[in-house]
């Protein structure tokens, strides 16, 4: 009930496209959903997070759709570029009596040219 | 700017050494974690500290100890490597109200 399951697990897109990687989950107490971003030899950086009231959230070219009753959210990235080239990771959080993340298994996501 | 840091950057010790790594904060946050990732997998909780409060995960190897001995520091301690201990060790930090997690850079542990 703790598992968070993301897919795919690796993913090709051209510059300009976009890169869709989905993430579903079991516990409702979950109640923050992050996505991290971590390159090469660097820790994973906040990208985007949602909370379940809301069903999308928007910063940039990074987008979270966000669906309670299905269980699964999903970060789009709008016109991909190489420098998104990167392995993102989504989680879940119980913010309420947990105070650990639960991530997903990462996609690795490059982007051509 | 406030951060999370974490030394050193790279270390090598051989199979059965103890070895230390270091985590500190200017965020200021009660709440400081340790993970283990291995390559291409998800960062693996291995325990973290709700102000000197430790909470270990219940699959946390022996071998691996921490110790928190004030608000800025946090250390991990591993007793006596093994080869299946290489890996990336990342420190991060929460706090009480902040509903996110802000990761170090991490520590690349090399056992021969």
């Known amino acids: 009930q703790q598992q968070v399951k993301q897919s795919p697990q690796s993913l090709i897109v051209q510059k300009g496209g976009i890169s869709i990687i989905n993430c579903a989950y079991e516990?409702?107490?979950?109640?923050?959903f992050p996505w991290y971003q971590q390159f090469p030899g660097k820790g994973p950086a906040l990208l985007i997070a949602?909370?379940?009231?809301?069903s999308e959230k928007k910063e940039g070219r990074f987008t979270i759709s966000f669906n309670k009753s299905a269980k699964q959210f999903s970060l789009h990235i709008m016109d991909s570029q190489p420098g998104d080239s990167a392995t993102y990771f989504c989680a879940a959080w119980d913010t309420g009596t947990a105070s650990k993340l639960t991530f997903g298994t990462g996609t690795r996501l490059q982007v051509t040219l | 700017d406030a951060m999370v840091i974490q030394n050193p950057r790279y270390q090598v010790t051989q199979f059965g050494k103890p070895v230390t790594l270091s985590c500190s904060q200017t965020?200021?946050?009660?709440?400081m974690y340790w993970y283990q990732q291995k390559s291409s997998q998800a960062p693996k909780l291995l325990f973290h500290y709700y102000d000197k409060d430790f909470n270990n995960e219940a699959d946390t190897p022996d071998n691996f100890q921490s110790r928190r001995p004030n608000t800025s520091f946090c250390f991990l301690d591993i007793r006596s490597p093994g080869l299946g201990d290489a890996a990336m060790y990342l420190c991060?930090?929460?706090?009480?109200?902040?509903?996110?997690?802000?990761f170090g850079p991490g520590t690349r542990l090399t056992v021969l």
């Open positions: 965020l200021n946050h009660n709440v």
């Open positions: 949602i909370r379940p009231d809301v």
């Open positions: 516990n409702t107490a979950f109640d923050y």
């Open positions: 991060a930090t929460s706090g009480l109200w902040v509903n996110e997690q802000f």
